[in-house]
């Protein structure tokens, strides 16, 4: 039992850090007009600490942005594409 326990508390140590931070979220981005634009959201995306990863489609008007919940949230995300004058939402 206290063996089982130890071995239990070993696995989650390990597990549980690597899924509880890195989060994907799918935002919309209907304002990206042209096939420049998602440079422009990419960046501003890529420009906030704990984002490693921002993948933006004009044809899809949307941005796949990996992060760091630990570092960052959504709310940060959106107004970042914000205030590079893309504003967005969090896609269902
Ligand atoms: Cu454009």
């Given at each position: 039992m206290k063996k089982s326990i130890a071995a239990l508390a070993a696995a989650l140590a390990f597990v549980v850090p690597t899924w509880a931070a890195v989060q994907t979220v799918t935002l919309s981005v209907?304002?990206?007009?042209?096939?420049?634009c998602p440079i422009t959201v990419k960046l501003s995306l890529t420009?906030?600490?704990?984002?490693?990863k921002a993948r933006v489609s004009y044809e899809e008007k949307e941005a796949v942005v990996t992060f760091d919940d630990t570092k960052v949230n959504v709310e940060a995300l959106l107004k970042a594409t914000k205030d590079a004058g893309y504003p967005s939402t969090v896609k269902p």
């Open positions: 209907p304002g990206m007009t042209c096939s420049a420009k906030v600490p704990g984002v490693s």
